[in-house]
């Protein structure tokens, strides 16, 4: 079988770390191409997306690792030149683009997939499955890293549309609506903006749901310098205990401890996106980021010490 030749759209930390190797190490991509506005990359290199997609023979594919405000763009030109497309998460800046996009690549007949790597896990699809069809009783998501650490100077998070702490918490809003049996809905949110920002450094969520007897909460935390925690703990009124760690690496369920034997997130994100493309199919789950939305539309927000760069 003939490999997809790919091309990276925005060559950064995620993409170096993540998405390179694990094309590399996939037999069914050949990775041919890279851009980034510091013409940074692998294999040929550009430092305008546009000559990418206009001057690489062949082309079939796209990852687009970008920040999410110029992902809409990016997606679709890549899709109205018949390329199949993937996704950093969030997919994009809003919902109403990546219906669009959606929309598009459907009237194109090209693959599109939102990929979201925290539910890319065995340790979820396990707890999944031990909730389904049961009642909750609680749900408490903590979800508390340090900036300054795994986002060093990246002042876009900060600007309207970079998100803010919802960049690291849309990946447990990602397991949380992949686990949950049933509809989840945003009821309440505290946001602490910092003066000089735009976006929330911290976040109080309070949900609900249908399929829901008690307590459902998220706090979202980008000051902890010690004690990071990934954590979903979801009870049921049965007595079922279902805890993820590591945001998502790990599971104990019942007081059983597993820990995740699959190939990896972001191998297995390019092993679906193998598939999608097979199948003709595509995947976009916007579950997460309308949590995000939703939040932002309810939310209370106060102001709190600015962040220094």
């Known amino acids: 079988m003939t490999a997809i030749r790919i091309a990276i759209i925005g060559y950064g930390k995620i993409a170096e770390d993540q998405h390179v190797p694990s094309i590399l190490g996939n037999e069914r991509f ?62 994009a800046a809003g919902l109403a683009e990546i219906h669009d996009l959606a929309c598009l690549a459907e009237a194109k007949q090209v693959t599109l997939f939102a990929t979201w790597h925290a539910q890319h896990h065995s340790t979820v699809d396990n707890a999944a499955k031990a909730l389904a069809g049961k009642r909750i009783a609680k749900m408490e998501i903590h979800w508390h890293e340090d900036v300054y650490k795994w986002h060093p100077g990246q002042q876009w998070i900060w600007e309207p549309g970079g998100f803010g702490v919802f960049d690291p918490g849309i990946n447990a809003f990602s397991i949380a609506t992949k686990i949950f049996p049933g509809g989840l809905f945003v009821k309440s949110a505290e946001l602490e903006v910092p003066a000089n920002a735009q976006t929330p450094i911290a976040a109080e ?105």
Not at 246 to 270: F, H, K, Q, T, V
């Open 205 to 309: 969520v309070i949900f609900s749901s249908p399929e829901a007897d008690g307590s459902l909460r998220a706090s979202l935390d980008w000051r902890r310098s010690e004690g990071e925690e990934w954590t979903i703990t979801i009870e049921t009124t049965d007595g079922t205990s279902v805890r993820l760690e590591a945001g998502g690496e790990r599971l104990i369920l019942n007081g059983e401890r597993s820990s995740d034997s699959g190939i990896g997130e972001y191998p297995d994100i390019y092993r679906t996106f193998a598939d999608l493309i097979d199948e003709r199919r595509s995947l976009v789950d916007v579950a997460p980021l309308r949590l995000v939305a939703d939040c932002l539309l309810l939310a209370r927000t106060t102001s709190v010490e600015p962040v220094h760069s």
């Open 30 to 91: 050949e990775l041919v191409a890279t851009s980034s506005r510091s013409g940074q990359g692998v294999a040929r290199t550009f430092t305008d997306w546009r000559e990418l997609i206009r001057n690489v023979d062949g082309l079939q594919a796209v990852a687009i690792t970008t920040p999410p405000g110029p992902r809409y763009e990016i997606a679709r030109e890549s899709i109205l030149a018949g390329l199949d497309c993937l996704l950093e998460k969030p997919p």
